[in-house]
């Protein structure tokens, strides 16, 4: 049933590398890698990476947790004494986002804020909250280099006023900095970071072969090796031009015989589940910018309803019209504050 409500939620999000990144990066099982490789070196010297679990995000609706964020872990301090907890907010971007720190401190607070009421002793001044650490992962095509800082969205701040307001880093994983004859990790987590890199630059085509091959060099029992391997044959035919012949080349290279035939099966099936149909591959392109941009107002409008049970056509009309995601982003922590339809539709104007 878990599983099923977990496919169910990964299911809704309409950006194929946002999926991708909570079913794999972000997920317990390849984030400890993904993040010892990719990440700060800060990261594996006072954090247990190898425990990373879920977070429960029961403070947020399904709608209002993908507006946020893409997945959030858990984890301790390497400190025996203390055993302080560690919440990771991760989020992928597949181009630049100005407010993706405010996008991410909105989830931050609301995480907080939630574990504090649920402590049984808010009031008592014991409680101790979990360590915040953001993790921005970034596979566009577009430029994003430097640091994250959240001060950076305040140009014009005074320097005498800069004590009071806050201050935090993110880390920033920028894929485009890595060189596919000098992948980090494990086999899995460089078949892992390859396709999202060659899903962007166009050459995912031509080396799904290779891809695939990593996952079956890597140490992994095989009945995760064929998960791993239908969830990126999902993604290559969600985010490259390809016919369905080319990806029963690409799979012919791994699987021979019956277990090609066996391979081949299973990837239908997960198809249908995702929605596409195998025999009609050659025609299957997400436009990425059009995808997001309705993948946020589905989810605004869904979370509008469920908070108001009713939207005026006036505000669907002028969402849909909406054509800059960073905009779209921007109005997730109004759309949870908002306290009237009216409201809402001022903040539009």
Same mark, same amino acid.
């Given at each position: 049933?878990?599983?099923?409500?977990?496919?169910?939620?990964?299911?809704?999000?309409?950006?194929?590398?946002?999926?991708?990144?909570?079913?794999?990066?972000?997920?317990?099982?390849?984030?400890?890698?993904?993040?010892?490789?990719?990440?700060?070196?800060?990261?594996?010297?006072?954090?247990?990476?190898?425990?990373?679990?879920?977070?429960?995000?029961?403070?947020?609706?399904?709608?209002?947790?993908?507006?946020?964020?893409?997945?959030?872990?858990?984890?301790?301090?390497?400190?025996?004494?203390?055993?302080?907890?560690?919440?990771?907010?991760?989020?992928?971007?597949?181009?630049?986002?100005?407010?993706?720190?405010?996008?991410l401190l909105a989830e931050a607070v609301m995480s907080l804020r939630s574990?504090?009421?649920?402590?049984?002793?808010?009031?008592?001044?014991?409680f101790v909250p979990p360590i915040p650490i953001m993790v921005v992962v970034?596979?566009?095509?577009?430029?994003?280099?430097?640091?994250?800082?959240?001060?950076?969205?305040?140009?014009?701040?005074?320097?005498?006023?800069?004590?009071?307001?806050?201050?935090?880093?993110?880390?920033?994983?920028?894929?485009?900095?890595?060189?596919?004859?000098?992948?980090?990790?494990?086999?899995?987590?460089?078949?892992? /970071?390859?396709? &999202?890199?060659?899903? #962007? *630059?166009? %050459?995912?085509?031509?080396? $799904?072969?290779?891809?695939?091959?990593?996952?079956?060099?890597?140490?992994?029992?095989?009945?995760?090796?064929?998960?791993?391997?239908?969830?990126?044959?999902?993604?290559?035919?969600?985010?490259?031009?390809?016919?369905?012949?080319?990806?029963?080349?690409?799979?012919?290279?791994?699987?021979?015989?019956?277990?090609?035939?066996?391979?081949?099966?299973?990837?239908?099936?997960?198809?249908?589940?995702?929605?596409?149909?195998?025999?009609?591959?050659?025609?299957?392109?997400?436009?990425?910018?059009?995808?997001?941009?309705?993948?946020?107002?589905?989810?605004?409008?869904?979370?509008?309803?469920?908070?108001?049970?009713?939207?005026?056509?006036?505000? /669907?009309?002028? &969402?849909?019209?909406? #054509? *800059?995601? %960073?905009?779209?982003?921007? $109005?997730?922590?109004?759309?949870?504050?908002?306290?009237?339809?009216?409201?809402?539709?001022?903040?539009?104007?």
């Open positions: 049933m878990e599983q099923r409500d977990n496919d169910k939620q990964i299911s809704r999000i309409t950006n194929p590398h946002d999926r991708f990144c909570r079913r794999t990066v972000f997920h317990p099982l390849y984030a400890p890698d993904f993040l010892k490789s990719c990440g700060e070196p800060v990261l594996s010297k006072y954090m247990d990476l190898d425990h990373l679990q879920e977070a429960p995000t029961t403070h947020l609706s399904d709608e209002l947790g993908e507006m946020l964020m893409d997945a959030s872990l858990t984890t301790r301090l390497v400190d025996t004494n203390s055993m302080t907890e560690v919440l990771f907010l991760l989020e992928h971007k597949s181009r630049p986002s100005r407010t993706v720190a405010l996008q574990r504090w009421l649920l402590s049984n002793r808010p009031e008592s001044g014991n970034y596979n566009g095509s577009e430029d994003w280099d430097g640091e994250i800082w959240f001060q950076d969205l305040f140009p014009n701040l005074p320097e005498e006023l800069r004590e009071f307001v806050p201050q935090f880093r993110i880390i920033f994983i920028n894929l485009r900095r890595f060189q596919y004859g000098q992948l980090p990790g494990k086999p899995e987590t460089q078949a892992l /970071v390859e396709s &999202l890199m060659r899903a #962007t *630059d166009g %050459t995912f085509i031509d080396h $799904l072969s290779s891809v695939l091959n990593r996952v079956i060099e890597s140490d992994l029992n095989e009945p995760l090796q064929w998960s791993l391997i239908k969830t990126i044959s999902v993604y290559y035919s969600l985010t490259a031009k390809a016919t369905s012949e080319q990806l029963a080349q690409a799979i012919s290279t791994v699987f021979k015989g019956q277990e090609y035939i066996k391979m081949i099966e299973e990837i239908k099936d997960s198809y249908i589940l995702e929605g596409i149909e195998i025999g009609e591959a050659k025609g299957i392109e997400i436009g990425e910018a059009r995808g997001e941009l309705k993948g946020k107002v589905e989810a605004i409008l869904t979370f509008l309803r469920a908070k108001f049970q009713y939207v005026p056509d006036e505000i /669907v009309t002028e &969402l849909n019209k909406r #054509t *800059d995601v %960073t905009a779209l982003e921007s $109005l997730v922590v109004f759309t949870a504050q908002c306290k009237t339809l009216d409201e809402f539709a001022n903040a539009l104007k």
